[in-house]
């Protein structure tokens, strides 16, 4: 059974940084499209980051481009999100989720995901 582990939530003032992790079992991540979605209180979940398989192509919001790093570690099947600089705005859980098709594309629609980890709450205070 594939399970996703988030991890790294937390929280930081404004300004600060966090480093959001997803850890993986059963499902090889290196071949697996990945992203991070985000859900604010009251509001829809959102598209943040996503990594194609074997890292050919990254994408980002423009809500958190230049603030936001998706990488992989390998030796850990674990997708990481840096986040830096981070504002009030960013305050939500955040997801990460995984397809089981690889593909060399970042895909931004959640309805690709097959995978969802239980989220990590981010709480930023100004």
């Known amino acids: 059974q594939v399970q996703l582990v988030e991890s790294g939530g937390g929280s930081v003032q404004a300004g600060g940084q966090l480093r959001l992790s997803c850890r993986a079992s059963?499902?090889?991540?290196?071949?697996?499209?990945v992203a991070w979605f985000r859900q604010a209180a009251a509001r829809e979940r959102e598209f943040v980051a996503a990594?194609?398989?074997?890292?050919?192509?990254?994408g980002y919001s423009d809500s958190v481009k230049g603030r936001a790093t998706i990488s992989r570690e390998h030796a850990k099947n674990t997708v990481h999100l840096q986040m830096n600089n981070l504002t009030p705005e960013d305050t939500a859980v955040y997801y990460c989720?995984?397809?089981?098709?690889?593909?060399?594309?970042?895909?931004?629609?959640?309805?690709?995901?097959?995978?969802w980890g239980q989220g990590t709450q981010v709480a930023v205070s100004s």
């Open positions: 989720a995984a397809s089981r098709i690889y593909t060399p594309d970042f895909k931004t629609n959640q309805s690709y995901y097959d995978f």
């Open positions: 059963h499902l090889t991540l290196t071949f697996s499209p």
């Open positions: 990594v194609g398989g074997r890292d050919e192509n990254i």
